[in-house]
């Protein structure tokens, strides 16, 4: 089940914050976080496993409610390299074999 | 810093013609994966390996495509015939396979386009 990503596209100026929420309809062991850039694969960001963790990169972080089995990415005072397109990938419970379903994403544009 | 390699980068064909994908995962990584990413979606999952072994294809169109790792190591991903359908960037990725801690890794990718 391909989880649902919000907003699908968001235009930020440098400095401007932004969140992207990633919901799943299946109880979830993980959920990770990419970016993908233009032409580019996609980059690992950061994972979260237990549920209400939260995990940071720099001025980039993420939570997890595994109640809600939600997840959402939150960029602060944005930079002009955060543009590019963010996927959610969900790990079930139960999966055993370690697969990732990745949202449709969500296109960051950071403009001057 | 490790990577995964991916030829050819990109591969322009003619419909009903045969196409192969070539991957070369991290070295350790015990699972390899092909995904298709269609333009402007997110990645798909197509195939998946432990080793050498088939974890899951149930994605895979089995008419047209085929995927081997036959000494889990390197994979390669054929299509034939193409269709026009097909056109799309399919991406290898590779990981540890290890639960909690499973970072896929891309390659570059494989971009097709079926004339």
């Known amino acids: 089940q391909q989880p649902v990503q919000s907003p699908q596209a968001v235009i930020l100026r440098e400095g401007e914050d932004a969140v992207i929420n990633c919901s799943s309809s299946?109880?979830?062991?993980?959920v990770h976080w990419y970016r993908q850039k233009h032409g580019e694969a996609p980059v690992f960001l950061m994972i979260?496993?237990?549920?209400?963790e939260q995990k940071g990169h720099d001025k980039i972080s993420a939570s997890f409610n595994e109640k809600k089995q939600q997840s959402s990415l939150y960029l602060t005072a944005s930079q002009l390299s955060y543009s590019g397109t963010y996927f959610c990938?969900?790990?079930?419970?139960?999966?055993?074999?370690?697969?990732?379903?990745f949202g449709k994403g969500t296109k960051l544009s950071v403009i001057p | 810093e490790a990577e995964v390699a991916q030829s050819p980068r990109y591969k322009i064909t003619e419909k009903s013609q045969a196409v192969a994908f070539w991957c070369d995962p991290i070295?350790?990584?015990?699972?390899l994966y092909w995904y298709r990413q269609i333009l402007g979606q997110g990645p798909e999952l197509l195939v998946q390996?432990?080793?050498?072994?088939?974890?899951?294809d149930s994605q895979l169109p089995k008419d047209r495509f085929s995927a081997e790792r036959l000494k889990g190591v390197d994979s390669t991903l054929k299509i034939q015939p193409a269709e026009l359908g097909d056109s799309a960037m399919y991406l290898c990725?590779?990981?540890?396979?290890?639960?909690?801690?499973?970072?896929?890794?891309f390659g570059a990718g494989s971009r097709l386009t079926v004339l």
């Open positions: 990938g969900t790990e079930k419970i139960g999966a055993g074999s370690y697969q990732l379903t």
């Open positions: 299946k109880a979830l062991y993980s």
């Open positions: 979260l496993l237990k549920g209400g």
């Open positions: 990725a590779s990981s540890r396979g290890v639960a909690g801690a499973n970072v896929l890794t």
């Open positions: 390996f432990q080793d050498e072994s088939v974890v899951d």
């Open positions: 070295s350790g990584h015990a699972t």
